[in-house]
């Protein structure tokens, strides 16, 4: 069983950054392929970003590549979403995922979903 608890999310301006934060816990972190995943109004989630385990290997949604980079600190079981260059239609709701696989994220799963953030850009 896992945890995730995101943070950072809020109301931007187009063009501005925001980094959102999730904490894992129940079981180890390391263990786990982390990914983000939003879900704007009207629409279905869509898959963000993935990072392995090792941090070796990261994937991105043409959308946000580019733009946002993911990142993953084992020793403080946290996973990363910087966002730059954030644009209205970025505005959603991002959600933290784990997965024993990377290749589970990749194919836009999870094992476990956080609660999600909400954020928002203006224009």
């Known amino acids: 069983q896992v945890q995730l608890v995101e943070s950072g999310g809020g109301l931007v301006q187009a063009g501005g950054s925001l980094r959102l934060s999730c904490a894992a816990s129940?079981?180890?972190?390391?263990?786990?392929?982390m990914g983000w995943f939003r879900q704007a109004p009207g629409k279905e989630r869509e898959f963000v970003a993935v990072?392995?385990?090792?941090?070796?290997?990261?994937y991105y949604a043409d959308s946000v590549k580019g733009r946002f980079t993911i990142s993953r600190d084992n020793a403080k079981n946290t996973v990363y979403l910087q966002m730059n260059s954030l644009k209205p239609e970025d505005t959603a709701v991002y959600t933290c995922?784990?997965?024993?696989?990377?290749?589970?994220?990749?194919?836009?799963?999870?094992?476990?979903w956080g609660q999600g953030t909400q954020v928002t850009v203006s224009s």
């Open positions: 990072i392995r385990r090792s941090a070796i290997t990261t």
């Open positions: 129940g079981r180890t972190f390391s263990s786990y392929a």
């Open positions: 995922a784990a997965a024993r696989t990377y290749n589970t994220i990749v194919a836009h799963g999870a094992d476990y």
